[in-house]
């Protein structure tokens, strides 16, 4: 038996405006140069959906200039046209500056504040995101931006080529967990599979982020699981110090998916991850149970998902152990 599906406008469910699609599309159509970035600690949501833009700007005969405040990692940089992302800033002055994923300009480095640009657009899916650009293109039930970005094309009837597919399909394979995480929706399996379509070795992706590391990020994962400390409420918290980094020659993205880890255990709610970056405490959260991490981020300035979601803060603000006891605070004050 053929199955067949059928795509309607009810089944996206965006909370973007159609108006604002095509306010989007004007703004292309009517400017020559364009700035994107995106979120420090760069990941394949973000890069993925920011790159896709370009392929699609670049084929109009746009100006786009791409940067990224911190470099890409090792496991992005197979993406098409990932060679264009530059870290130093040029040029000063656009037509257009698209913020990707961030949920104010400066998540993108403050050096972006020396820029002038005509226009700002935020295109986010992270409900920390604020209404700071010009056009927000925001939908917080989408399961990534590169799902949003999917729907705007798709509404601004752009042919999506191979590298575009596997630009989204980075994102939305990683943001989801591999479509293990609770904003995995009916949808997102079906863009997937709508992505598939242009017959890209998907395995080859997924083993690249989810089966390859480095030899710095398993030696950083057993310092992180000699410090694990488990409260009695299901509390994990692990820490890479500075000198972690120094004695492996490794860097924050060698630390990817570390956080994780301690979710496997029976009875745990929450892990936290602790990592000393030159004069910065990074801190990152993972939850079950109906915890929401992005609450306790927010209170410390950061943002990000229910169930996963970080921030930053001076070393010079605070202790270890008094962050640790801020945080542990923070999560028991917003469990349910």
Known sequence: MKYTFKITEKDFMSMIKTQDIMCFKEIINKNKSFFLTLHLTPDADAC???LALYDYLKSLGKKVDVYSKDPLPENLKFLPHSSVVKNSLKRKDYDVAVFFECSVP????IEVSNLNF???ISI???KTAKRYADLNLLDFKSSSTAEIIWYIFKKMNVAINKKMAILLYSGIVTDTGRFHYPQTNPMTHIISAELLRHKFNFNKINDNFFMKTTYQNLRLLARAIESLIISKDGIAIMKISKKDFNDFKAG???SENIVNYPMMLKNIGVSVLIKEVNNTYSVAFRSNNGIDVAKVAM????????????FKISINR???NQLVNAILREIRKNRK
């Not at 400066?106 to 480095?109: A, E, F, W």
């Open 48 to 50: 993925g959906s920011m």
């Open 318 to 320: 605070m202790e270890y």
């Open 124 to 126: 986010d899916h992270h």
């Open 118 to 120: 005509k226009t700002s």
């Open 106 to 109: 400066s998540r993108s480095g």
């Open 299 to 310: 209170a410390f300035g950061g943002g990000g998902h229910k169930n996963a979601s970080g």
């Open 252 to 254: 924050p993205q060698d």
